[in-house]
């Protein structure tokens, strides 16, 4: 249950974002924006690369033991 001085920290957060809006500080927002993008991008990247990588460093590390037992 949210507690009075809880509720009141989220109304507060909710006045800054809508302030943006009223001040028309736009530009403000935008970098509010663009960084969250920039993180979303980061760790899209982050988890594409270990997609990609998984199966490669497993096909490696099963092609270097198949060369070794075929020797």
Do not use: H
């Not at 760790?43 to 690369?49: F, G, H």
């Amino acid at each position: 249950m949210i507690q009075p001085n809880e509720a009141a920290a989220v109304g507060a957060a909710r006045n800054d974002e809508s302030d943006y809006m009223k001040s028309g500080d736009g530009v403000a927002m935008l970098r509010q924006i663009w960084n969250k993008r920039q993180s979303i991008r980061f760790a899209w990247l982050i988890s594409y690369c270990i997609i990609l990588l998984l199966p490669i460093c497993i096909s490696y590390v099963v092609y270097r033991q198949f060369s070794a037992t075929l020797e």
